[in-house]
């Protein structure tokens, strides 16, 4: 199975500042034949199911601002969030579905 | 508007069985794959399984002996079952359409049920 590792655990960023959250996998993630990262990133804030922010690693669904952007190729990846807003408090996951079973990360507590 | 709503017990007993049921509204259950995933107090996420029209269901291998999947087409449900449960199985589950799948990303989900697992 695929480990995903997410660093770091918890971080605090300013209003307005920029958070980095970086997600690790055991194996690369991307498929020769497509040229694509089998990578997605979700946000849960309290009280909440997971939502999805990005898939492919970099693009990013429907509705999602686009101040939050996925980045990186193979086994390492990032999720920025520029302009941080007071309602980006939330746990942020990376999940691969290069294989099955699909894996999480950790999780990500982000707060203000 | 998609929507995903579990239902079920929230308190199973040790060694007997987890049933819950996902409704789905907005779109056609015989069009997507549907996962569970659940969700440890930890906050861990963990995929069980999987099933899709037509597919055998696919089953997270560290549950797989306990795992049992099915789908009803017209009820546009979609269900779970985990025999044989332990405290370890305490979580919050949720249900989810799955994208470009089998084997894609989650982009709708249900709000999750708690259950909990306790004499």
């Known amino acids: 199975d695929i480990v995903m590792t997410q660093s770091p655990d918890s971080l605090a960023v300013s209003l307005g500042e920029r958070a980095t959250i970086n997600c690790k996998s055991s194996q690369s993630l991307f498929y020769n034949s497509n040229n694509k990262n089998y990578l997605a990133w979700y946000q849960q804030r309290p009280g909440q199911p997971p939502k999805l922010l990005i898939y492919?690693?970099?693009t990013r669904e429907s509705g999602v601002p686009d101040r939050f952007s996925g980045s990186g190729s193979g086994t390492d990846f990032t999720l920025t969030i520029n302009s941080l807003q007071a309602e980006d408090v939330a746990l942020y996951y990376c999940q691969q579905y290069f294989s099955t079973p699909g894996s999480f990360g950790q999780g990500t507590k982000l707060e203000i | 508007q998609v929507q995903l709503q579990e239902s079920g017990p929230g308190l199973v007993k040790p060694s007997e069985t987890l049933s819950l049921i996902c409704t789905v509204s907005g779109a056609p259950i015989s069009s997507y794959c549907w996962s569970w995933i659940r969700q440890s107090a930890g906050k861990r996420l963990e995929w069980i399984g999987r099933?899709?029209?037509?597919?055998?269901?696919n089953r997270n291998p560290s549950l797989e002996s306990r795992v049992s999947l099915s789908l009803d087409t017209s009820k546009n449900q979609f269900s779970l079952k985990l025999t044989s449960v332990t405290t370890a199985d305490t979580a919050v589950y949720h249900c989810a359409r799955e994208v470009a799948g089998p084997g894609g990303w989650f982009d709708r989900w249900g709000q999750g049920t708690l259950v909990t697992v306790s004499s």
């Open positions: 492919w690693a970099s």
């Open positions: 099933i899709c029209r037509g597919d055998s269901p």
